[in-house]
């Protein structure tokens, strides 16, 4: 193949791999500035995310969300599901192994 022709495929298909980056990170999880309920909200986006990992055994993404649901979460509830998830993410990760 040429190679000109190779190097405009490389770049088309980074700049759509940087657009879709983009996207993602700008749409995953709408903040809003009402203060607790905001975090609480960023909370449970990320622990539904976790959840979505560990059935499709991403095992590793898994446990980061799981781990910023703790730190992020307002309520204890949820801090205590996200420590939860992140142990039992931990775990799936050390059986793998």
């Known amino acids: 193949m040429n190679t000109t022709i190779m190097k405009t495929l490389g770049n088309s298909a980074l700049a759509l791999l940087l657009l879709l980056a983009a ?10 500035n ?3 309920d905001g975090m609480e909200n960023y909370a449970k986006a990320c622990y539904a995310q976790g959840l979505l990992y560990m059935e499709n055994n991403r095992f590793e993404l ?3 969300q ?8 307002v309520s204890e509830e949820l801090r205590q599901l996200g420590h939860d998830g992140h142990n039992k993410a931990a ?5 793998k192994r």
């Not at 996207?23 to 809003?32: E, Q």
């Not at 799981?66 to 979460?73: Q, R, S």
């Not at 775990?91 to 059986?95: D, L």
């Open 91 to 95: 775990g799936a990760i050390r059986a």
């Open 62 to 64: 898994a446990q980061q």
């Open 23 to 32: 996207y993602g990170c700008s749409n995953r999880y709408p903040l809003t």
């Open 34 to 36: 009402s203060g607790g």
């Open 66 to 73: 799981f781990a910023i649901v703790e730190k992020t979460a």
